[in-house]
């Protein structure tokens, strides 16, 4: 497409909504695709949809190593920067933490959060829940069912209590995908039982040390009943 005006190209797609016109782009860049007129045996929205029963591409192809971009020209299982960051690993698997640590959860009828606002799928139990085992519960005076505050770094929630051998000692777990009752939420169903924001207890100092991400599993939190100083 070197040197060809990109209105001209999107004025050639073809389709009736902004996907098929986009599906159109992608069949003709890709590797079986007409090229804009460059290969005109190749492939366009079009010749797919004159084709319901499919289209035979012929027999497979081997890739590799062509799509690879190591130097080595090879599939790196450990590469340098992996194997120089083991020993942090490892004292990290050792370490044992003094106090409680938080880790997420999604559920199945979630998706993360987008089906919160479907009221065929948000029957039932309250699933925002602070999910502790029984040993710590009876350890920091939480009953099944009852508020609980938990305080991380950023910030503090409150959460009903879920006591579960679902989870370790030591370990504490909220879902993600929840607090729509904050500012900007539009959610109408959904802010009925809008849950407690996980993210309100990050502060974004943990981070991953080769990838740079946030830390979201495995942080240090408190946690009481409700009422209770932290």
């Known amino acids: 497409m070197h040197g060809r005006d990109p209105r001209e190209l999107a004025a050639a797609l073809t389709g009736d909504t902004g996907p098929e016109r986009r599906l159109d782009m992608m069949l003709r860049l890709g590797p079986y695709g007409d090229g804009f007129g460059a ?45 120089d960051d083991l020993p942090r690993l490892r004292d990290a698997l050792r370490a044992r933490p003094d106090g409680l640590v938080l880790v997420g959860r999604r559920h199945l009828r979630s998706n993360n959060s987008w089906m919160h606002n479907i009221p065929a799928l948000t029957g039932g139990t309250n699933r925002c829940t602070l999910h502790l085992h029984p040993d710590d519960a009876e350890r920091l005076g939480v009953t099944d069912g009852a508020p609980v505050r938990v305080k991380g770094a950023g910030g503090e929630v409150v959460a009903p209590a879920e006591v579960t051998d679902a989870v370790r000692r030591g370990v504490v777990s909220l879902p993600h995908g929840w607090g729509h009752d904050r500012p900007g939420t539009r959610l109408r169903h959904a802010a009925a039982d809008p849950g407690v924001n996980v993210n309100q207890l990050l502060d974004g100092s943990l981070l991953d040390p080769l990838s740079g991400t946030a830390v979201l599993n495995g942080v240090p939190v408190e946690v009481a009943p409700a009422g209770t100083t932290l």
């Open 39 to 83: 290969r005109p045996d190749g492939l366009n929205l079009e010749k797919l949809l004159a084709a319901p029963h499919g289209i035979d591409l012929g027999p497979l192809k081997p890739r590799l190593p062509g799509p690879l971009k190591t130097r080595s020209g090879r599939v790196e299982l450990l590469p340098q920067p992996l194997a």
